[in-house]
């Protein structure tokens, strides 16, 4: 009797659990629908190729690890994340031979400027796609920041893998 007992309140359980499991699945896979203009970031870092090295470095904060490199006209130049700028200041390989290359890595003066690290061709995702296509691109190129354009390149945010994330936080916990 108590074994019938038990085995009706852990069927119960797990038919609870997989109820709830069913609803998450059935809200996780609507998020690859959701449009990447409501869950993009609209208010990111923006600064100008001519922008100095050590001024753009200045602006980062703690949320900020990007930022979008644009034209007169708020058109995408290039894209510019903490990562390319520590890639800059990589020491040189233990046998590299000293020559150019290695002379410009070092040659950081007041001078250098945002254009001369910049991702010139950086991989974007337009304003009217989905996370969905966006979770692919980033999967497959493992890129954490695209950022977001019209058809005239023009920018209008950042998406993120920590706003994607942070959108998967909100539906699982419903």
């Given at each position: 009797m108590k074994n019938r007992k038990i085995s009706r309140i852990m069927s119960k359980r797990k038919l609870i659990m997989l109820a709830r499991k069913e609803e998450l699945s059935h809200n996780l896979r609507y998020i690859s629908k959701v449009p990447v203009s409501l869950v993009m970031d609209r208010d990111f870092l923006k600064v100008k190729p001519e922008t100095p090295l050590f001024e753009l470095i200045a602006?980062?904060?703690?949320?900020?690890?990007?930022?979008?490199?644009?034209?007169?006209?708020?058109?995408?130049?290039?894209?510019?994340?903490?990562?390319?700028?520590?890639?800059?200041?990589?020491?040189?390989?233990r046998y590299s031979i000293v020559g150019i290359g290695l002379l410009k890595k070092y040659g950081l003066t007041r001078a250098s400027r945002v254009e001369d690290i910049m991702v010139k061709k950086p991989i974007t995702i337009k304003?009217?796609?989905?996370?969905?296509?966006?979770?692919?691109?980033?999967?497959?190129?493992?890129?954490?920041?695209?950022?977001v354009i019209d058809e005239e390149r023009k920018v209008h945010g950042i998406l993120e893998v920590k706003d994607i994330i942070r959108l998967i936080k909100i539906v699982s916990s419903e």
């Open positions: 602006m980062f904060n703690v949320e900020e690890t990007s930022a979008v490199v644009v034209d007169d006209e708020n058109r995408l130049v290039g894209f510019i994340t903490m990562k390319d700028i520590l890639h800059y200041f990589m020491p040189p390989r304003i009217d796609d989905n996370l969905g296509n966006a979770i692919k691109l980033m999967v497959e190129t493992g890129k954490h920041h695209l950022p």
